[in-house]
């Protein structure tokens, strides 16, 4: 199953609303999972199952979708939420990350 | 505290082998699967293989079938990753990731800090 993301990189301001796609070449249900990772850092878990919030994400993360669709949304974006953004299908193995969004300083 | 320390990577020459290892702390480890995810140098995150938290159970990617092991030793709370007949496009950073629910792969709750492996001669 491939994954892809759009945009590929992104410019916004903090407070600005961010959403982040990505679709799978054949339905995989709610299976997909949202990770940020920072420069030199492992990735974080955001998103699980499509729209599950990981403990301890803030709430102005959200997710959404089923089927081959699904949007990640950041509702107000933070000084601390510049990184790259993948989506990951779940639905069966190998399972394959996107390429993944980088959200910068606009 | 979770706590995951990838070790092992180095500098390795086109069709040498080497061995990474994830120590875990801070959880019941053989209730959980595992799994490494490398990351090449400025680029994308790729799954590599999956263990049962019994160790009964192993998955790889076709990039590294053949060639990759995975294993667990659960007496000592420790992931491997045995690595044969390296190539250059294995050259990575390697992560070792926990799934937060026993009896599933994925997602992954904790990642280790990574460690970085060099193929070249």
């Known amino acids: 199953i491939q994954m892809t993301q759009s945009p590929s990189s992104l410019s916004a301001s903090v407070g600005d609303r961010v959403t982040i796609t990505c679709r799978a070449s054949?339905?995989?249900?709610?299976?997909v999972d949202w990770y940020q990772q920072k420069p030199g850092k492992a990735p974080k878990l955001l998103v699980y199952?499509?729209?599950t919030l990981q403990s301890g994400v803030p709430a102005r993360f959200s997710g959404s979708g089923s089927g081959t669709d699904f949007t990640l949304t950041i509702s107000s974006l933070q000084p601390e939420d510049f990184a790259t953004y993948y989506c990951?299908?779940?639905?069966?193995?190998?399972?394959?990350f996107g390429p993944g969004t980088k959200v910068d300083l606009k | 505290e979770v706590r995951l320390l990838d070790s092992g990577g180095t500098l390795v020459q086109p069709g040498g082998s080497l061995r990474l290892s994830c120590a875990a702390s801070?959880?019941?480890?053989?209730?959980?699967?595992m799994s490494w995810v490398r990351q090449a140098p400025g680029k994308g995150l790729e799954w590599v293989s999956a263990?049962?938290?019994?160790?009964?159970?192993?998955y790889y990617a076709s990039s590294v079938k053949g060639r990759f092991t995975i294993s667990r030793d659960n007496a000592k709370n420790t992931l491997y990753l045995q690595m044969n007949s390296l190539r250059a496009e294995d050259a990575a950073l390697y992560y070792c990731?926990?799934?937060?629910?026993?009896?599933?792969?994925?997602?992954?709750?904790?990642w280790g800090q990574g460690t970085l492996v060099t193929v070249s001669s």
């Open positions: 990731a926990k799934s937060p629910f026993g009896g599933v792969i994925v997602p992954f709750d904790y």
């Open positions: 801070g959880f019941t480890f053989d209730k959980y699967a």
């Open positions: 263990i049962s938290g019994s160790g009964d159970s192993t």
């Open positions: 054949q339905s995989i249900s709610g299976y």
């Open positions: 199952t499509a729209s």
């Open positions: 990951q299908q779940s639905y069966t193995i190998p399972f394959t």
